[in-house]
């Protein structure tokens, strides 16, 4: 809405931790429970064609969804400005994945999941018009 955070001093990682925790505030997170375990599976096929699976599930994410998400994701500028901020696609993907997809570790299946989970915010990171 207009605000300018440059003028209001404040630090990066005040601004990304109050995106973080908006983010895990929402009722659902942003890739939707019901997603999750179809782009686990898609992303097991990642070889070769993966990205080709993976977008299609993606495809399926709600437009309202993809209209909070895609303007997070596509701020490539954070990750190709990388050897000054340190905050590649990998790190920004680390950061972030566990409040995009909030997955209930109440389940080994989730706990094993992690680096997957991590892995397919990262791709989608680096490939965001790819995907949108």
Same mark, same amino acid.
């Given at each position: 809405?207009?605000?300018?955070?440059?003028?209001?001093?404040?630090?990066?990682?005040?601004?990304?931790?109050? +995106?973080?925790?908006? =983010?895990?505030? $929402?009722?659902?997170? $942003?890739? #939707?429970?019901? +997603?999750?375990?179809?782009?686990?599976?898609?992303? &097991?096929?990642?070889?070769?064609?993966?990205?080709?699976?993976?977008?299609?599930?993606?495809? &399926? @994410?709600?437009?309202?969804?993809?209209?909070?998400?895609? #303007?997070?994701?596509?701020?490539?500028?954070?990750?190709h400005n990388h050897r000054v901020?340190?905050?590649?696609?990998?790190? @920004?993907?680390?950061? !972030?994945? #566990?409040?995009?997809?909030?997955?209930?570790? &109440?389940?080994?299946?989730? @706990?094993?999941?992690?680096?997957?989970?991590?892995?397919?915010?990262?791709? !989608?990171?680096?490939?965001?018009? !790819?995907? =949108?």
């Amino acid at each position: 809405h207009g605000l300018d955070l440059a003028e209001k001093d404040f630090t990066v990682n005040t601004v990304a931790g109050a +995106m973080k925790s908006f =983010f895990s505030e $929402l009722p659902e997170p $942003l890739v #939707p429970y019901t +997603m999750q375990a179809e782009l686990v599976e898609a992303h &097991s096929e990642y070889a070769p064609g993966g990205r080709r699976m993976v977008s299609r599930q993606s495809g &399926s @994410l709600p437009a309202s969804r993809q209209r909070r998400l895609v #303007p997070l994701l596509s701020r490539r500028r954070v990750s190709h400005n990388h050897r000054v901020n340190l905050m590649t696609s990998e790190n @920004l993907s680390i950061c !972030f994945w #566990p409040t995009l997809m909030r997955p209930d570790f &109440s389940t080994m299946d989730a @706990l094993t999941a992690t680096r997957t989970y991590q892995t397919i915010i990262e791709l !989608f990171i680096q490939q965001c018009p !790819f995907f =949108f």
